[in-house]
Nanobody
Framework: QVQLVESGGGLVLAGGSLRLSCAAS????????MGWFRQAPGKERNFVAA????????YYADSVKGRFTISRDNAKNTVYLQMNRLEPEDTAAYYC?????????????????WGQGTQVTVSS
């Protein structure tokens, strides 16, 4: 069992930056691949970024490639999402998720554990 708690969301002007954190409970964090998803009001939950359990492989949605960076610190049981050059279209609730994934990091059904989410609002 893994419990996930996101933090770091907030209100930021377009062009600004935020860093989201997701702290995981338990001693098995390093066994899990981790992902970030986001969901805007009235829309589906969409893939943002993912990182393999070792941190050696990262994956991004095209819409955030070059602006967002996912990383993890297995010693701290934490995964991060550094978001730069934020745009109003990035406004959403951001969720981290954990799973054991070989392929399909962008598929939310592959993830077994989810956090409660943190709100990111980008104003123009």
């Amino acid at each position: 069992q893994v419990q996930l708690v996101e933090s770091g969301g907030g209100l930021v002007l377009a062009g600004g930056s935020l860093r989201l954190s997701c702290a995981a409970s338990g001693r098995t964090f390093s066994r899990y691949d981790m992902g970030w998803f986001r969901q805007a009001p009235g829309k589906e939950r969409n893939f943002v970024a993912a990182i393999s359990r070792s941190g050696g492989n990262t994956y991004y949605a095209d819409s955030v490639k070059g602006r967002f960076t996912i990383s993890r610190d297995n010693a701290k049981n934490t995964v991060y999402l550094q978001m730069n050059r934020l745009e109003p279209e990035d406004t959403a609730a951001y969720y981290c998720a954990a799973g054991l994934i070989d392929i399909g990091y962008g598929n939310l059904r592959k993830y077994n554990y989810w956090g409660q989410g943190t709100q990111v609002t980008v104003s123009s």
